[in-house]
Nanobody, 120 residues
Framework: QVQLVESGGGLVQAGGSLRLSCAAS????????MGWFRQCPGKEREFVAA????????YYRDSVKGRFTISRDSAKKLVYLQMNSLKPEDTAVYYC?????????????WGQGTQVTVSS
């Protein structure tokens, strides 16, 4: 079992930055891919970024490459999403998730989400 709690969301102007954090609990945290997803009202949840259990591999959706960076501190059971050059279209609820199967599939555990709002 893995429990996830996100923090760090808020309101920021376009071009600004935010860093989201995800605190995990559970003894097997280190074995999971960790990902960030987002969902806008009326739209499906979409993949944003993921990181392998070792931290050696990262994955991003095209629209955030070069702007977002995912990282993890397995010793502290923390996952981060550094978001720079934010755009209004990045506005969404962001969710942290854990997968035992791969970077973009099999996400079994989810946090409650944190709201990110980017004003133009």
């Amino acid at each position: 079992q893995v429990q996830l709690v996100e923090s760090g969301g808020g309101l920021v102007q376009a071009g600004g930055s935010l860093r989201l954090s995800c605190a995990a609990s559970g003894r097997t945290f280190i074995r999971y891919f960790m990902g960030w997803f987002r969902q806008c009202p009326g739209k499906e949840r979409e993949f944003v970024a993921a990181i392998s259990w070792s931290g050696g591999s990262t994955y991003y959706r095209d629209s955030v490459k070069g702007r977002f960076t995912i990282s993890r501190d397995s010793a502290k059971k923390l996952v981060y999403l550094q978001m720079n050059s934010l755009k209004p279209e990045d506005t969404a609820v962001y969710y942290c998730a854990a997968s035992s199967k791969g970077p973009t599939v099999g996400y079994d555990y989810w946090g409650q989400g944190t709201q990110v709002t980017v004003s133009s």
